[in-house]
């Protein structure tokens, strides 16, 4: 099983700023990586499905890149909607698994 | 609108059992796999099972093997996933999600159905 290691674990940061949001794979996954978003009592919304491909409807100020191993959700400038817990899934290996999160909290 | 309503959820006593229920909307539900994925309370996301298309191909993950079944029932836009020998591990929100891009990046989520497994 591929294990998903995120970091930080909370990362606190002002509206404006920019956030960078890692996923490090335990074995390479190619590009089949995706990133969700999910906010409290809410279901999550897909952003970015392989590794840098945003979603339907994703504003582009969410950046999605890396292959193989290392990934990036990178959102340029921090709306206040933005703050939420964000997780990486790898579907390149059964089973499907997903990271730990990081929580994205105001500064 | 696309939408997926689960239901079914509830609170069971450790070793019972539970059906869930997920009803599609607006989508051409007989063309795309269907999954579930669950989530412990303050917890991250597990995926748990899926069925494809034409209901012939199915997957459950480890922890929930041999102790779950997944159907669908094309005619009726809904997939099934029952539940027996609950475990107190078990507890959880269960999210019904497909994927409109033939991939397994789910774009697609219900609003989700609690289970508790308690005594």
């Known amino acids: 099983e591929i294990v998903l290691t995120q970091s930080p674990g909370t990362l606190s940061l002002s509206p404006g700023e920019r956030a960078t949001l890692s996923c490090r794979a335990s074995?390479?996954?190619?590009?089949?990586v995706a990133w969700y978003q999910q906010k409290l009592g809410q279901a999550p919304r897909l952003l970015i499905s392989?590794?840098?491909t945003r979603a339907t409807g994703i504003p582009d100020r969410f950046s999605g890149s890396g292959s193989g191993t290392d990934f990036t959700l990178t959102i340029s400038r921090l709306e206040p909607e933005d703050f939420a817990v964000y997780y990486c899934q790898q579907y390149g290996s059964s089973p499907i698994t997903f990271g730990q999160g990081t929580r994205l909290e105001i500064k | 609108e696309v939408q997926l309503v689960e239901s079914g959820g509830g609170l069971v006593q450790p070793g019972g059992s539970l059906r869930l229920s997920c009803s599609a909307s607006?989508?051409?539900?007989?063309?795309?796999?269907m999954h579930w994925v669950r989530q412990a309370p303050g917890k991250g996301l597990e995926y748990v099972s899926a069925?494809?298309?034409?209901?012939?191909?199915?997957y459950y993950a480890d922890s929930v093997k041999g102790r779950s079944t997944i159907s669908r029932d094309n005619s009726k836009n809904t997939v099934y996933l029952e539940m027996s020998s609950l475990r107190v591990e078990d507890t959880a929100v269960y999210f019904c999600?497909?994927?409109?891009?033939?991939?397994?990046?789910?774009?697609?989520w219900g609003q989700g159905t609690m289970v508790t497994v308690s005594s």
């Open positions: 074995q390479s996954v190619t590009s089949d």
């Open positions: 999600v497909c994927s409109e891009y033939g991939m397994f990046a789910f774009n697609i």
């Open positions: 607006g989508i051409m539900f007989n063309i795309y796999a």
């Open positions: 069925i494809s298309s034409n209901g012939r191909t199915t």
């Open positions: 392989g590794a840098s």
